[in-house]
Every structure is written in structure tokens, then in C-alpha cells.
């Protein structure tokens, strides 16, 4: 794959949307982690937060496939398993493939539109999966309590924002 000088101002939109689409994978593997995270609290498989620490650390350096393989152990949800195995792919084309996959046919302001289109359908993709994993993590909310910052510092207000206007806030 040869090595893009980027100097049209569309080339740059391209980039923008590709960096807006890795944003929101990033997002999705946070969220994907702050579940796991909530529903292991819910489901008291930690006797202290000392004992939860280690694990939550030891999950923040996994990858989007292994957090993934980490929440299907402990939910079964088989349409939002079958959007997250989706969502991975799609991550891992995004951040192996995507260029590449481009390469050839990228000639001009059309291909740009339809990379960008690309990238944005995506995006979209990562942002829908966060507002189901926010909802699903509802009840494990209602099992913690009324302070899921006790377990996790601003997980309120990152849920809020969520929830809220569905941007990806991290």
C-alpha cells in the first residue's frame, strides 16, 4: 500500500471520518469494558474493590476480541452478541484493511464520498452497539445501586451522557 500525501481538502474529510470511526471503536471497547466491569460487581464475583482492581486492570489492556470474548462468557444475548461479533470485524477492517482495501480505486472526490461513507456507516455501527450496551447494563445498575460511581468514578455521568444526546463520550 503506498504512502498517502494527503493534499486535497477531500483526502482530509477521509481522514477526519476514518479518525471519527477509530474513535468510536475505541469507545465501543471502553464500554464493552465498563460492562464487564459492572456486571462482575453485580454479580459479586469480587469479594473487595482490591480484588476487582487487578481484574478491571488486566481487561483495560485486552483487545475489542477479548473483551468481547469476556462478556459473552457472562451474558447471553445473542442479537447483541451477533452485533458485537460485527462491530469487531468491522474494528479490526478498520484498522488493518481499510486503506489497503482503498488503495487501488481511490482516484478521486467519488471514491473519497464513498470512504467516507465507509467509515461513517461504521461509526454508526460502534455508536448503536454503546446505546445497547448502556442499556443492558441498566439492570446490573439496579442490582449495584444507586451509586454506580462507588464501583466505578464517573460511570454516572458517562451514562448520562450516553444516554443523553448518543455521542460517544469517554
Do not use: C
Not at 112 to 134: C, G, K, S, W
Request: aromatic content about 8%; cysteine-free.
Amino acid at each position: 500500500m503506498p504512502f498517502i500525501d494527503s493534499s486535497s481538502a477531500a483526502e482530509e474529510h477521509v481522514f477526519a471520518a476514518y479518525g471519527r470511526a477509530m474513535h468510536g471503536a475505541q469507545a465501543l471497547e471502553h464500554w464493552l469494558r465498563i460492562l464487564v466491569q459492572v456486571h462482575r460487581v453485580a454479580t459479586k464475583h469480587f469479594a473487595s474493590h482490591e480484588e476487582l482492581e487487578p481484574a478491571f486492570d488486566a481487561l483495560s489492556t485486552s483487545t475489542m476480541g477479548t473483551v468481547f470474548a469476556a462478556l459473552r462468557s457472562i451474558e447471553r444475548n445473542p442479537p447483541l452478541e451477533e452485533k458485537l461479533t460485527f462491530a469487531v470485524a468491522e474494528r479490526n477492517r478498520l484498522a488493518h484493511q481499510f486503506f489497503g482495501q482503498w488503495a487501488d480505486v481511490w482516484v478521486g472526490l467519488e471514491t473519497e464520498i464513498r470512504m467516507i461513507e465507509d467509515a461513517d456507516r461504521v461509526r454508526n455501527l460502534f455508536e448503536d452497539t454503546v446505546q445497547d450496551l448502556v442499556s443492558m447494563m441498566s439492570d446490573h445498575l439496579n442490582t449495584i445501586g444507586s451509586n454506580p460511581d462507588e464501583y466505578i468514578p464517573g460511570l454516572a455521568q458517562r451514562i448520562s451522557d450516553v444516554a443523553g444526546d448518543g455521542q460517544l463520550l469517554v
